[in-house]
Nanobody, 120 residues
Framework: QVQLQESGPGLVKPSQTLSLACTVS??????????WNWIRQPPGKGLEWIGV???????YSSPSLKNRASISRDTSKNQFTLQLNSVTPEDTAVYYC????????????WGQGTQVTVSS
């Protein structure tokens, strides 16, 4: 059973960098055909896709974030990470990590989500 767990600070100051990690258990992030995503849900809004890193380490981020998002991985920890630079209060959201199979948006696994608030 694959499980995902987000971790990181719940409060970030404006203009700083938001850093989150997603630890995957029960399976390897390098397994062929798996895609590891970051998704967020601002208060009162729908889900917003942030970006993805695939099993080979290739990454892609949403153009709407204007190059502020960076996704990487640590295979020794079976973990992938999100860094979001120059945050503003509009980046306040519940952040989820999600695993997809045979398609970057064919989600099969979800973390429980972690609340991140951007405030001074």
């Amino acid at each position: 059973q694959v499980q995902l767990q987000e971790s990181g600070p719940g409060l970030v100051k404006p203009s700083q960098t938001l850093s989150l990690a997603c630890t995957v258990s029960g399976g390897s992030i390098t397994t062929n055909s798996y895609y590891w995503n970051w998704i967020r849900q601002p208060p009162g809004k729908g889900l917003e896709w942030i970006g993805v890193i695939d099993y080979s380490g290739s990454t892609y981020s949403s153009p709407s974030l204007k190059n502020r998002a960076s996704i990487s991985r640590d295979t020794s920890k079976n973990q992938f990470t999100l860094q979001l630079n120059s945050v503003t209060p509009e980046d306040t959201a519940v952040y989820y990590c999600a695993g997809a199979f045979k398609g970057w948006d064919l989600y099969v696994y979800w973390g429980q989500g972690t609340q991140v608030t951007v405030s001074s």
